[in-house]
């Protein structure tokens, strides 16, 4: 009897204990769930704020270094002389800008008042294609209205030549950039073709690294060409313009001529 009590006893304390354990066992992998889900909110929440802080700039320059040094470093150099030279042209645009209708009324009244020196005295003291196109007109006068005539025409050609001095290279740029990025996109591809040729199969893993190089070398050369033609639609503007009041102020110079003479 007392061997019967003693066996009950026992069993109802490994019972007791197995129930325990396994509540405990319950009880853990719920707080472990609870918690690797707070965990992965974090992680995304973090993820995301370091997406925002990374900015336009930086992952511009990710995707740069991952388009790979060669033709991405052709293409940048491409970007950099042309930004030089649309930056050169546009300030010497600017400073070749002159108000003609002022210095037109400013030559009449010198002729009008001091003749022809006194007129040339104030186109030495204005700068600009216009005014020195006035100045050699002026310099030609005591010769015949023809000369004055000729002197105008020919300087004005010369000006033109100045005002489009090295565009030509900027057009170069934006032309040979997309090239680029295209002869970047094309030697991609065929490196991709040739893994696939040596592995036997078609694996997207395999291929997407040089797929990648290949359309970003393509979207920086079209970048870099979108870019330099907008400061060269800018730069041809200005030179339009200038060309328009060289020409106005040239009739203008010619008839005050010979007002004069008369």
Not at 117 to 131: H, I, L, S
Not at 203 to 209: D, N, V, Y
Not at 250 to 259: F, G, N, Q, R, T
């Amino acid at each position: 009897m007392k061997k019967l009590f003693s066996i009950l006893a026992m069993a109802g304390l490994f019972v007791l204990s197995t129930n325990t354990v396994s509540a405990k066992a319950n009880l853990i992998p719920s707080n472990m769930s609870s918690t690797l889900a707070t965990a992965t909110v974090m992680l995304q929440e973090e993820a995301a704020a370091a997406t925002e802080d990374r900015g336009f700039t930086q992952i511009l320059k990710e995707q740069f270094i991952q388009g790979g040094a060669g033709f991405m470093g052709i293409v940048l150099l491409c970007l950099i002389l042309g930004l030089a030279v649309a930056i050169e042209r546009i300030i010497y645009l600017n400073l070749a800008s002159t108000n003609t209708t002022k210095l037109k009324h400013q030559v009449e009244e010198a002729l009008a008042t001091g003749g022809i020196e006194a007129a040339k005295e104030v186109c030495r003291n204005t700068r600009g294609p216009v005014a020195s196109i006035y100045y050699q007109g002026l310099d030609r006068s005591d010769e015949s209205i023809e000369s004055a005539e000729k002197a105008v025409v020919a300087y004005g050609g010369v000006q033109m030549g100045q005002l489009e001095k090295n565009v030509s290279w900027l057009s170069l740029f934006i032309a040979i950039a997309p090239m680029l990025g295209f002869m970047g996109t094309v030697i991609g591809m065929i490196q991709a073709f040739q893994k696939i040729s040596a592995v036997g199969n078609l694996s997207a893993s395999l291929i997407a690294g040089d797929i990648q190089v290949a359309l970003l070398t393509t979207v920086f050369g079209l970048i870099t060409a979108i870019i330099l033609q907008i400061f060269y639609n800018y730069i041809i503007a200005k030179i339009d313009s200038i060309v328009n009041d060289m020409e106005d102020s040239s009739i203008s110079l010619i008839d005050m001529l010979v007002d004069h003479k008369k």
